[in-house]
């Protein structure tokens, strides 16, 4: 029985394992397929914090209304089947590795090898034709200008969430070199929505929209949210636009942040609907209550209280903090609350442990991903977190090979616990859950 195994060790065995600037690849292997990914209408969603978030709360939407829904995202967490799910369904390992097959059958011996990303992006759009999906919600893996995704013609929004610093040895070093090259994916006489905010891009935002003849949306200027309740079962708010408003909006992805998110998913809908006959006000509400979007502010348990938290660079956590903070006021008052970490060392894990400190003081447990070379060791991670004059844990802070121990232990000693620091330590704990 072939699994999602199988489909990694072709993948694997036929990519560069790098990350090279450039579209010619994935461009050549997408029309010698007679280009899949010009067979639906798509949304195409980039930034740098949010995309997830926002491309499940309008992959639910158009579920709701009776479309058949392709949902393209990246990082998997458990299984690389989720990188691409049809009304919110994993394919078959058969389907993907059938795909995988009749991609890389064409790619000629003597040319240079796409990246497992491209691979991937063109394994999707395949199943998106070989499926007739009705639309895409596309989210860009990095950056967007040069993403393997940014290749659709039939684009009807590009969404831009919000814009912060992460992956500048690929982007650039600054703010603005990041949003250039996340507005860049704006298309002519297509809709394009930004969340806005950081008000000091809107204005890069709209002349690149003025230039590249896209219809400018900025969530911040041109939405009024009202009546907004933020509790651990979820978020309520009324949404006002200029094409759409709705009273009594229910969503269960909870945090702060969350309520952004979603209102940047109705204000792209709001300027395509006309496109989709089926949205309504009801599918409209359906589809945001019923969205889901595992390993953000998830919780797992209730008694000791287990948070899962995919942040991972410094505007996330700061989100995170916030959110936590404002959900959890007394018990972090209290110093409630322990915290498992983990991070990539090409991460700005000192800044992220230096707001984690500062805003929760919470009790800190050292840990790792276990098998992946990018992430800190326990002892490193230990060493930087034990700066007493930069951090203020209310504990001397402890280090674990397993994440496993880490996260029993803080359940033992705390009532609420926080696991975070990376999407891929949240993974590795997802595929471990039956050890918790």
Same mark, same amino acid.
């Given at each position: 029985?072939?699994?999602?195994?199988?489909?990694?060790?072709?993948?694997?065995?036929?990519?560069?394992?790098?990350?090279?600037?450039?579209?010619?690849?994935?461009?050549?292997?997408?029309?010698?397929?007679?280009?899949?990914?010009?067979?639906?209408?798509?949304?195409?969603?980039?930034?740098?914090?949010?995309?997830?978030?926002?491309?499940?709360?309008?992959?639910?939407?158009?579920?709701?209304?009776?479309?058949?829904?392709?949902?393209?995202?990246?990082?998997?967490?458990?299984?690389?089947?989720?990188?691409?799910?049809?009304?919110?369904?994993?394919?078959?390992?058969?389907?993907?590795?059938?795909?995988?097959?009749?991609?890389?059958?064409?790619?000629?011996?003597?040319?240079?090898?796409?990246?497992?990303?491209?691979?991937?992006?063109?394994?999707?759009?395949?199943?998106?034709?070989?499926?007739?999906?009705?639309?895409?919600?596309?989210?860009?893996?990095?950056?967007?200008?040069?993403?393997?995704?940014? %290749?659709?013609? !039939?684009? =009807?929004?590009?969404?831009?969430?919000? /814009? *912060?610093? #992460?992956?500048? &040895?690929?982007?650039?070093?600054?703010?603005?070199?990041?949003?250039?090259?996340?507005?860049?994916?704006?298309?002519?006489?297509?809709?394009?929505?930004?969340?806005?905010?950081?008000?000091?891009?809107?204005?890069?935002?709209?002349?690149?929209?003025?230039?590249?003849?896209?219809?400018?949306? %900025?969530?911040? !200027?041109? =939405?009024?949210?009202?009546?907004?309740? /933020? *509790?651990? #079962?979820?978020? &309520?708010?009324?949404?006002?636009?200029?094409?759409?408003?709705?009273?009594?909006?229910?969503?269960?992805?909870?945090?702060?942040?969350?309520?952004?998110?979603?209102?940047?998913?109705?204000?792209?809908?709001?300027?395509?609907?006309?496109?989709?006959?089926?949205?309504?006000?009801?599918?409209?509400?359906?589809?945001?209550?019923?969205?889901?979007?595992?390993?953000?502010?998830?919780?797992?348990?209730?008694?000791?209280?287990?948070?899962?938290?995919?942040?991972?660079?410094?505007?996330?956590?700061?989100?995170?903090?916030?959110?936590?903070?404002?959900?959890?006021?007394?018990?972090?008052?209290?110093?409630?609350?322990?915290?498992?970490?983990?991070?990539?060392?090409?991460?700005?894990?000192?800044?992220?442990?230096?707001?984690?400190?500062?805003?929760?003081?919470?009790?800190?447990?050292?840990?790792?991903?276990?098998?992946?070379?990018?992430?800190?060791?326990?002892?490193?991670?230990?060493?930087?977190?034990?700066?007493?004059?930069?951090?203020?844990?209310?504990?001397?802070?402890?280090?674990?090979?397993?994440?496993?121990?880490?996260?029993?232990?803080?359940?033992?000693?705390?009532?609420?616990?926080?696991?975070?620091?990376?999407?891929?330590?949240?993974?590795?704990?997802?595929?471990?859950?039956?050890?918790?």
């Amino acid at each position: 029985m072939k699994t999602f195994d199988d489909f990694e060790k072709i993948l694997y065995a036929h990519s560069n394992n790098k990350i090279i600037p450039g579209l010619e690849r994935i461009k050549k292997l997408l029309a010698r397929l007679d280009n899949p990914q010009n067979s639906f209408k798509s949304i195409h969603i980039v930034g740098t914090n949010g995309k997830g978030s926002t491309g499940a709360f309008i992959s639910s939407i158009f579920k709701e209304s009776g479309y058949k829904t392709g949902f393209y995202l990246s990082p998997h967490l458990v299984s690389p089947g989720e990188r691409f799910m049809i009304n919110g369904e994993i394919l078959s390992p058969d389907s993907w590795i059938n795909a995988a097959e009749e991609v890389i059958k064409i790619i000629k011996p003597d040319e240079e090898l796409p990246s497992y990303f491209e691979l991937v992006t063109a394994c999707a759009f395949y199943l998106a034709r070989e499926n007739k999906i009705d639309v895409g919600i596309i989210e860009a893996g990095l950056g967007g200008k040069f993403d393997a995704t940014n %290749v659709m013609d !039939e684009t =009807v929004c590009s969404v831009i969430a919000s /814009i *912060s610093m #992460d992956h500048m &040895e690929y982007l650039g070093p600054l703010l603005e070199n990041i949003a250039d090259e996340k507005f860049a994916v704006v298309k002519k006489n297509v809709h394009a929505c930004f969340a806005g905010v950081d008000k000091s891009l809107i204005p890069m935002f709209k002349n690149y929209c003025a230039e590249n003849g896209a219809l400018a949306h %900025v969530l911040t !200027e041109d =939405v009024k949210l009202e009546n907004i309740k /933020i *509790s651990p #079962d979820g978020n &309520e708010f009324d949404f006002y636009a200029p094409n759409l408003e709705l009273k009594n909006i229910k969503t269960n992805l909870i945090g702060s942040y969350q309520i952004n998110n979603a209102a940047l998913s109705l204000l792209a809908v709001s300027e395509i609907k006309n496109l989709f006959p089926k949205i309504n006000e009801n599918s409209i509400l359906e589809g945001l209550k019923k969205a889901a979007w595992p390993g953000r502010l998830e919780i797992v348990s209730r008694n000791p209280l287990i948070i899962l938290d995919g942040g991972h660079n410094f505007d996330g956590v700061k989100k995170l903090c916030t959110s936590i903070k404002t959900l959890w006021p007394e018990a972090v008052e209290a110093g409630k609350f322990g915290v498992v970490y983990a991070a990539m060392r090409d991460k700005n894990y000192l800044g992220c442990l230096g707001l984690i400190s500062k805003e929760l003081k919470p009790k800190f447990y050292a840990t790792t991903v276990p098998e992946m070379p990018r992430a800190l060791t326990p002892e490193e991670l230990l060493t930087a977190a034990s700066d007493e004059e930069e951090f203020e844990w209310r504990n001397d802070p402890e280090s674990f090979e397993n994440p496993l121990d880490a996260v029993k232990k803080a359940a033992h000693e705390n009532e609420n616990v926080l696991i975070c620091g990376s999407l891929y330590l949240i993974g590795w704990l997802k595929r471990n859950a039956d050890k918790f």
